[in-house]
């Protein structure tokens, strides 16, 4: 990074893969912006996560990796889903990740953390002039799923529902452990708690982009301080700014330069987090427009010309469809033995949205 930093950020992802990724190419993206970061991983998981991290080439950055303790042995399987594990890691995590903060100094501008850990929220505000940045890894429309179901605007294992800014869905459309709350009861627990502080949090980062949920986007920034990021997958197959990154970055630079900016300024400054709501168009690929399953309702304003425009090749494109599809046939076959046989039209594409099943215990 040649020259000196202009913000020192901590970047926390909750222990799962499909977490992971997303939350470590935002990583690259904000050291191409010149900060400062350093990824912390549980102490369960470090040795596994550099491993992959070195087979990506994100250790030839200046990306320092930091366990945190989390009070499980290595190799400790990421799809627990006991309540004590869960309990256990915000414990360990929430007393390592402060001590982290206490003896740093100067004291970082930010931290990054998974959605899945709104608990980390607290860390912050015990250390003033740190922001909490609560990054969610699955698009709004998930994202307004969720909250208009925790408001009570529609209950389980209703068929037909009608929700703002969004067309008309049915019980299949929803991610199964909504239409039924005891199917996965610890993952809907674990859904369900990224909003139990949302009001408070200083950043409200979406992996997404602009473009492709334009209605939903605009209903959820006027409820809170939407900024998004995305998409974060490899810059090859987006805009190749970050050279030799083929691993799994996003497109919406400017949305990521704000974020830059008021992270630096923080510790002396107001934030005025919310941004303008503007006319958006939809550029999202035809190619890809078959596994966003609800949202094929946008189908009649996209333009080839333009996504082609915005992705400049589709051969790159093709590429990480190719992966992607095998991402959902491992997901779909996941989800159907977990859950032997029963609901498996609900899982297939909110399994690719919001992530797969842990195994039933």
């Given amino acids: ?3 000196e930093a202009i913000a020192k950020v901590l970047v926390f992802s909750f222990p799962i893969q499909g977490h992971i990724n997303p ?68 414990e360990n995590v929430s007393r390592s990740l402060s001590q982290l903060i206490s003896s740093m100094e100067p004291k970082p ?36 799923i969720y909250v208009h179901f925790l408001r009570g605007e529609f209950k389980e294992f209703q068929d037909d529902i009608v929700l703002p800014a969004m067309p008309p869905l049915k019980g299949s459309d929803l991610p199964v452990f909504l239409y039924d709350n005891n199917l996965c009861r610890p993952l809907f627990e674990l859904i369900s708690s990224q909003f139990v502080n ?57 949305n990521i330069d704000e974020f830059v900016a008021k992270i630096a300024r923080y510790g002396n400054e107001l934030l005025c987090a919310a941004s303008s709501p503007q006319k958006l168009i939809s550029v999202f690929s035809p190619d890809v427009k078959h596994l966003v399953g609800p949202l094929s309702y946008m189908d009649n304003s996209v333009e080839v010309a333009e ?26 076959e996941q989800a159907a033995a977990n859950m032997n046989g029963k609901r498996q039209s609900y899982g297939s594409v909110w399994g690719w949205l919001a992530g797969t099943l842990p195994p039933q215990t």
């Fill in 198 to 254: 949302v009001d408070d949090i200083d950043f409200f980062l979406v992996n997404s982009f602009d473009e492709l949920e334009v209605e939903v986007l605009e209903w959820m920034k006027n409820q809170w301080p939407v900024k998004n990021i995305g998409p974060m997958i490899p810059s090859m197959y987006l805009d190749k700014r970050l050279a030799g990154d083929k691993d799994y970055g996003g497109n919406s630079d400017k």
């Fill in 109 to 144: 501008n930010a931290v990054v953390y998974d959605s899945c850990s709104p608990w980390i929220l607290d860390v912050c505000r015990k250390h003033p002039g740190v922001a909490a940045a609560s990054f969610f890894t699955q698009c709004s429309t998930v994202n307004a």
């Fill in 307 to 332: 996504v082609r425009q915005k992705l400049k090749t589709m051969e790159t494109v093709e590429e990480e469809l190719e992966l992607i599809h095998c991402q959902r046939a491992v997901a779909s």
């Fill in 23 to 90: 939350l470590l190419q935002f990583s690259k993206r904000l050291i191409s912006k010149n900060v400062a970061v350093t990824f912390l991983t549980t102490s369960s998981t470090h040795n596994t996560i550099i491993r992959r991290a070195t087979a990506g080439g994100a250790t030839a950055l200046p990306l320092s990796f930091v366990p945190l303790d989390d009070g499980f042995e290595e190799g400790h399987p990421s799809t627990d889903s006991s309540p004590e594990y869960f309990a256990k890691l915000e």
């Fill in 1 to 3: 990074m040649g020259e």
